[in-house]
C-alpha cells in the first residue's frame, strides 16, 4: 500500500493501462475471515483482548460496530483494538444490526444471539438481502432458536429471538465454513453437545480461536471430512496479531504470474491447507511461487514471478470458499488449453452473481469463458495471443474489481473499471498497493464515490497500515530514506529541502506548489474557490507535474504560481478536502515511484507520510517570515497560518514525532547540518 491508504474515499471507477510489471514487496491487509471471527470470540471473552492487524475493510468495521452494539467495549489501542468482552455485558441492541455487504457479519453474528434472551434483527444492503440464509435458519432453529426472514429462503432483514440452545449434530449440505461458524458461534452457549460434520473440510479459523479462548472444542479429521465437536465454554481473552489475508494476497500472485517480468513478494501470509488451495492450482498450471517460512507458525511469504500457463482442472474442494476464482480465471484466461472449474455454482450467490460475473469480465477483456451449469469453462489464449483492454463493470463486488484490475494490468492498451468503490469492503488500499508495485503511472482514478469510513476506524487502520507500511520499506532493497518537512509559509521549508536533498542526492517534491498549481489553473479556468465539488473535480483531473520547473497541462507556471493573486486563494483552495484527496494520492505515487525522497509541505509527517524516516517542523517568528516572503504582508501570512492551521482536512500541525526547529535566526546551513545529524 502506499503507506498510509486514504480510508474515507475509493475511486469509483478506475484506468488502468496494460504493459506496467508488478516488482517489490508488500503486505496485504489483515486475514477477513479472521478478524470477523476474533471479534466475535473477543466479544464473548471473560475480560479484556487485544486484537492487532485486523482487516480494515468496511465489512469487518460492520462486525465491530454490531458486537458495540450488544455490549462490547472496543478501544483503540498502538496499534489495534482492545475489547472488553463477557456475556454478562452483552444486551440487546438498540436498533438493527447493520451489516452492510458483509453475509459473514450476519451469519455469525446471528450464530452469536441466537443464545442471548433477547431479539437481534440484522439487516444488510441491496446485495446482502438477496442472499439466503436459510443455511443458519434451519440448524439454529434446530437448536431452540427462533429466525425468520423473508420467503423460504429466509431473506435478509432476519430476526433471531434467542434463549436458552440445545447442542445438535449438523451436516451442511454445502460446505461453509459461515455455516459451521455459525453453529459453533451458538453451540459454545449451548447445553451438551454440538457437533458438525463437515463432507469437504473448511476453513478452521472458528475452532482454532475458541480453542486458543478456552473453549472445550475438539476437531477430528478423516477420510469423508471432518468433524468439529464443542460444549458449553466460559472463554478467556485473546492476544492476536491478526496475519496477511491469502485471497487478497491471490490477486498479486496471479498479476505476477502472468505479467511477463513480474517478480511479487508478498510477506506475513497466514498459512493452513484451506487457504492454501489456490497456490496448487497455480503450481499445477505451471506457476513459479516460493513458499517461504518466516519462522511464525503458519505464517509464510511468497514470491511469485511471470510463468507460461497451462490449463488444469480446478475441483471446488481445493478451494472451498471460492474467493480466488475470478484472480484464478485470469490465470487460466492467459494459459494454455481449457481450464475447467467444477461444482462452483455457490458463486452465484456471493456478493453479486459471480460466476456470471467472472464470465462477463473475461469475455470483456477478449478470453472465451462460459458458466456450463456449476462449471466454469475458460479457454485460454495461450502465448499466441493477449487479453485487450476492456471496459467492465464490476457492479461493486470487491473481488471481481480486483480480479480485473490484474486483468488490465496483463491486457494490451487501456481498461476502464466501474463499480471499483466496492473494495471498501476488504481491500481499501488495494490502489495504493498497485502504485507500489507498478508505479503511479499504470492507473488513474476517474471519478470518486463518497465511501465514508468511520473516524476510529480510519485511525485504527492507519495505525496497523503504519505499522505494515514500516516493514515493508524495511524490506526495499537500497531504498531511500523518506524525510518529511512541514511547517507554515516563509520557514524555510523550500531553501531547506532543496539543500538536503541536494546534500543527500536525493529527488524533492514540493507539495505547496502543487496546490499552487490547482489555485493557479482554478484562477484561469473561471472556477470559483468557493465551489469545493469543482474544485475537486479539477484537481482529480489537471495534469500537474512539480521538478525543476512547474507545468500545469504542459504550460509553465512556475512564475505564475506565485502571484499576488494565487497566494489570496490558495489556503482557501487547500482546505477543500476533495482537492487534499487527489494531490495526496498523487504525492504517495510519487514517494512511491523514487522509493523515498525529500518531500515538504504542511500535513506531510502528519498525514501524507506518517510513518516516514524523519520528520522536521519547520517554524520563525511572523516578523521573519514576512520578512523573507517579500512579496506578501504579515496580515496576508497571519491569515494563511490560521486558515492552514483551522481547516478541518489535514490542519498545519507538528507530528508528535517531528523534531521542531526554529529557524528565526539560523543559517541555511546550520539547519541543514542539524537535520542531517537526524538521518
Request: net charge negative.
Amino acid at each position: 500500500m502506499t503507506d498510509v491508504p486514504d480510508p474515507a474515499m475509493v475511486p469509483s471507477t478506475v484506468r488502468v493501462h496494460g504493459g506496467y510489471t508488478l516488482t517489490g514487496s508488500l503486505e496485504v491487509p489483515g486475514d477477513k475471515s479472521i478478524s470477523h471471527r476474533a471479534l466475535l470470540v473477543a466479544a464473548l471473552a471473560e475480560g479484556v483482548s487485544t486484537l492487532r492487524g485486523l482487516s480494515d475493510g468496511d465489512d469487518v468495521r460492520r462486525t465491530r460496530n454490531a458486537i458495540e452494539a450488544i455490549g462490547a467495549a472496543v478501544e483503540p489501542g498502538h496499534p489495534g483494538l482492545r475489547i472488553v468482552g463477557g456475556r454478562d455485558r452483552l444486551h440487546e441492541a438498540a436498533g438493527a444490526l447493520d451489516c452492510g455487504n458483509s453475509g459473514t457479519t450476519m451469519r455469525l453474528v446471528a450464530g452469536v444471539v441466537a443464545a442471548m434472551p433477547w431479539k437481534t434483527v440484522l439487516v444488510g444492503d441491496d446485495s446482502l438481502s438477496r442472499r439466503p440464509m436459510d443455511r443458519i435458519a434451519v440448524p439454529l432453529r434446530m437448536m431452540g432458536a427462533t429466525v425468520s426472514g423473508q420467503g423460504t429462503r429466509c431473506l435478509p432483514p432476519i430476526e433471531v429471538i434467542g434463549g436458552a440452545l440445545r447442542g445438535i449434530t449438523w451436516t451442511p449440505p454445502i460446505a461453509s465454513a459461515q455455516v459451521k461458524s455459525a453453529i459453533l458461534f451458538a453451540g459454545v452457549c449451548a447445553d451438551g453437545e454440538t457437533v458438525v460434520h463437515e463432507p469437504v473440510p473448511t476453513r478452521t479459523h472458528t475452532e482454532v480461536l475458541l480453542a486458543r479462548a478456552g473453549a472445550d472444542v475438539v476437531v477430528e479429521g478423516s477420510a469423508q471430512g471432518r468433524t468439529v465437536r464443542i460444549h458449553r465454554s466460559r472463554l478467556r481473552p485473546i492476544d492476536l496479531d491478526v496475519p496477511g489475508d491469502p485471497s487478497q494476497a491471490a490477486f498479486w500472485v496471479v498479476g505476477a504470474t502472468v505479467i511477463a517480468g513480474s517478480e511479487v513478494r508478498v510477506a506475513r501470509l497466514h498459512s493452513s491447507p484451506e487457504r492454501s488451495g489456490f497456490l496448487e492450482v497455480l503450481s499445477r498450471m505451471g506457476a513459479r511461487i516460493e513458499v517461504l517460512r518466516t519462522g511464525e507458525a503458519d505464517i509464510v511469504d511468497l514470491v511469485a514471478r511471470w510463468s507460461r500457463l497451462r490449463a488444469t482442472r480446478v475441483e471446488a474442494a481445493e478451494i472451498p470458499s471460492l474467493d480466488e476464482v475470478p484472480a484464478l480465471a485470469v490465470a487460466a484466461a492467459v494459459a494454455e488449453g481449457t481450464t475447467i472449474f467444477s461444482d462452483v455454482g455457490e458463486l452465484r450467490v456471493k456478493e453479486s452473481d459471480r460466476l456470471a460475473a467472472t464470465v462477463a469480465m473475461l469475455q470483456a477483456f477478449g478470453a472465451r469463458a462460459q458458466a456450463v451449469g456449476d462449471q466454469l469453462v475458460v479457454e485460454g489464449l495461450g502465448p499466441r495471443a493477449a487479453l485487450s483492454g476492456a471496459c467492465f463493470d464490476s457492479a461493486g463486488d470487491h473481488r471481481l474489481a480486483m480480479a480485473a484490475t490484474i486483468a488490465a494490468l496483463a491486457a494490451q492498451g487501456t481498461s476502464t473499471i466501474t463499480g471499483f468503490g466496492g473494495v471498501m469492503t476488504s481491500y481499501p488500499g488495494f490502489l495504493d498497493d498497485l502504485s507500489r508495485l507498478a508505479g503511479a503511472s499504470a492507473f488513474e482514478p476517474v471519478d470518486h464515490g463518497a465511501t465514508t469510513a468511520d473516524p476510529v476506524d480510519a485511525e485504527i487502520g492507519a495505525a496497523d497500515n503504519r505499522a505494515r507500511s514500516a516493514r515493508q520499506r524495511e524490506r526495499q532493497p537500497g531504498r531511500a530514506p523518506l524525510i518529511a518537512i512541514d511547517g507554515p509559509a516563509g520557514a524555510g521549508k523550500s531553501t531547506v529541502s532543496k539543500a538536503v536533498a541536494q546534500r543527500l542526492g536525493l529527488q524533492r517534491l514540493d507539495t505547496g506548489a502543487m496546490y499552487r498549481a490547482v489555485a493557479w489553473a482554478a484562477l484561469e479556468r473561471g472556477v470559483d474557490p468557493a465551489d469545493a465539488e469543482a474544485l475537486g473535480a479539477l484537481a482529480a483531473s489537471v495534469d500537474v507535474v512539480v521538478g525543476a520547473r512547474v507545468t500545469v497541462d504542459g504550460v509553465d507556471v512556475t512564475e505564475a504560481i506565485r502571484s499576488p493573486e494565487v497566494n489570496e486563494v490558495v489556503s482557501t483552495i487547500a482546505a477543500n478536502p476533495a482537492v487534499r484527496r487527489a494531490l495526496v494520492a498523487r504525492q504517495r505515487r510519487w514517494a512511491a515511484q523514487h522509493h523515498g525522497g525529500v518531500v515538504e509541505g504542511r500535513d506531510i509527517g502528519t498525514v501524507v507520510f506518517p510513518e516516514a524516516d524523519l520528520k522536521v517542523f519547520l517554524t520563525a517568528s511572523p516578523q521573519e517570515r514576512a520578512r523573507r516572503r517579500g512579496d506578501e504582508a504579515p496580515a496576508t501570512i497571519a491569515r494563511r497560518d490560521h486558515l492552514d492551521a483551522t481547516r478541518a482536512a489535514s490542519p498545519l500541525r507538528a507530528a508528535p514525532d517531528a523534531h521542531i526547529i526554529d529557524t528565526t535566526s539560523r543559517t541555511v546551513e546550520d539547519v541543514v547540518d542539524e537535520i542531517l545529524s537526524w538521518c
